[in-house]
């Protein structure tokens, strides 16, 4: 794959639901463990909406990605008004920002949605990388983003070792205390563990990796 | 406290229903969303300032929007944050081409959803700035300013902010002129009795009988001291000098005082407060341009007082004494 349409950032969204439902008990047990339990229903909700929304988009004139993650962060954001959703919600929103009016992406743009995303929930969540949140795999995530960016690598290797970079920081979440979120009260139930936010983070990147 | 409602779920929505009963004239609903009110009288070219927050707080937040004040405020259940969504359909209802303002008090919940608003604003093509009301002295030291929490005192970062709007000065300088404003606003608390959230019904926190706690927040959170009631005088020193140790306010320095009933105090304690106020600043050379005296951010039935100093120069004694008129509170021009 040389370049990304809007074509297939839909069937990444509809990608990333499937994965969010197949993950979804999964998701609930890791949260019960050290949350409220309800991150797998909230993000198999919000990212179904998202992909509901993304079956009914009529494709306009000017195929603007941006505008199209935009409008997914919007989405989610109105069906999970949860912190995660509205976390997940302020990055796509954040990355739409960063996309707005392009049609096509190539590697250096992959690397700015994979930043942008990673900020958007940064600035949004204040938290940083070694929390043990989303963060740290976000984080890794786009800063391999970037490097396969300055080294003029196709997309495809790029999106690949933007993918193995999130499963990297998954499993060093295993051994990072938390700081914040609902997880912060239960510390230690989450050595060895790792962490569902994260968890969430990898499966974004899966769904670009699998399309 | 026995309440006038039905059920306690239909209480925020019922009482919106009656306000929009009330004065249709000058406020209305945004499509079907009670919960986003918005000005009848909308000025092309005129910057738009939007607030927003819980509601238990009457007339804070939505009391504020009509001419000279507000255009716009989105409120949640009580004590609850409205959603960004809801902001932003009033930031795009209010927006009239010169961008728009959104002026809110320093909670985690209020900040995580208009700062979202003010994103989404932004796509869509509307310039929002914003300004986090911070004025009570007793929720953080002076190092940590940016931290504290906003009370009754925002109802100067709203006067000036609305009437330097209805002047037509740009965003930059509305921003400027609230900015100004909030800095200059100090305000401290006292409570003498909890509240309680109707759906919740009962206090989930504690003041004894006999007791107060200055420094309360208008959502019950901790304050600085608990201590046994004292005579009205002695606790307006106490507030009084917290307040004057938090700024600089040198001899002839002119000041708007505003005492605020939290909602269970009658207004006639209110004034024996303001008597004690006005004596202290006068015994510091401090003094006062013009006072407020009443209801303008109240805790459901908190029964307490707040007290505000507004350190004055020529420009905010200006817009301070514009007009403004809104269905739940009018200025004649000083």
């Known amino acids: ?211 | 406290m026995q309440r006038l409602l039905n059920k306690p779920a239909d209480y925020v929505d019922e009482m919106l229903q009656g306000i929009y009963a009330a004065h249709s004239s000058e406020v209305k609903c945004i499509n079907d969303d009670l919960r986003c009110l918005v000005t009848t009288h909308k000025t092309p070219g005129k910057v738009g300032i939007a607030t927003g927050g819980g509601s238990g707080h009457l007339p804070l937040f939505l009391g504020y929007v009509g001419k000279g004040l507000l255009d716009g405020c989105c409120v949640g259940g009580v004590f609850q944050s409205p959603s960004s969504d809801q902001m932003l359909e009033v930031t795009k209802e209010i927006d009239s081409g010169a961008g728009v303002l959104y002026i809110y008090g320093n909670y985690t919940g209020d900040i995580l959803n208009f700062d979202m608003a003010s994103e989404m604003a932004d796509f869509e093509g509307i310039e929002v700035r914003q300004l986090l009301g911070t004025d009570d002295v007793a929720s953080a030291p002076k190092s940590l300013e940016e931290k504290r929490r906003g009370v009754a005192g925002i109802f100067y970062v709203y006067k000036v902010a609305g009437a330097a709007a209805d002047a037509m000065l740009p965003l930059e300088e509305v921003e400027r002129l609230a900015k100004k404003a909030s800095k200059n606003v100090k305000t401290i608390g006292v409570a003498l009795t909890p509240c309680t959230i109707p759906e919740v019904g009962k206090p989930n926190f504690e003041i004894a009988d006999g007791m107060m706690e200055i420094g309360m927040g208008i959502h019950g959170e901790p304050g600085i001291s608990k201590s046994p009631l004292k005579t009205a005088d002695e606790i307006v020193n106490e507030m009084m000098t917290n307040i004057l140790q938090d700024d600089t306010y040198e001899k002839g320095t002119q000041v708007s005082v505003l005492i605020n009933g939290l909602g269970a105090t009658p207004k006639e304690e209110l004034y024996i407060v303001y008597r004690r106020v006005a004596q202290v600043l006068m015994e510091k050379g401090i003094s006062i341009f013009n006072s407020y005296v009443g209801e303008f951010a109240t805790s459901m039935e908190m029964a307490g007082v707040s007290i505000s100093l507004c350190k004055l120069d020529d420009e905010l004694k200006k817009y301070i004494s514009m007009p403004c008129e809104t269905p739940f509170f009018s200025q004649a021009q000083l």
């Open chain 1, 1 to 211: 794959m040389e370049k990304l349409l809007l074509e297939d950032c839909k069937r990444f969204i509809i990608k990333a639901s499937a994965l969010m439902d197949k993950n979804k008990w999964f998701l609930i047990d890791l949260d019960s463990k050290m949350g409220d339990g309800d991150l797998g229903l909230t993000m198999s909700l919000g990212f179904g909406k998202a992909k509901d929304f993304t079956l009914a988009f009529e494709d306009p004139e000017i195929e603007d990605i941006g505008l199209f993650f935009y409008q997914v962060g919007k989405t989610i954001n109105k069906a999970v008004p949860s912190t995660m959703g509205t976390l997940i919600a302020s990055a796509f929103i954040r990355a739409g920002k960063e996309l707005k009016g392009k049609t096509e992406l190539l590697t250096p743009d992959f690397a700015a949605f994979c930043k942008a995303f990673a900020s958007g929930i940064m600035d949004r969540g204040k938290a940083k990388p070694g929390e043990r949140t989303i963060v740290d795999v976000l984080y890794p995530a786009y800063e391999a983003a970037l490097k396969a960016s300055e080294e003029n690598a196709s997309l495809d290797i790029a999106i690949t070792k933007t993918y193995e970079a999130s499963l990297e920081g998954l499993e060093a979440t295993k051994n990072m205390v938390p700081t914040t979120g609902k997880a912060f009260y239960h510390q230690e139930k989450c050595v060895g563990v790792q962490d569902q936010g994260a968890t969430v983070g990898m499966l974004i990147f899966k769904a670009w990796n699998e399309l």
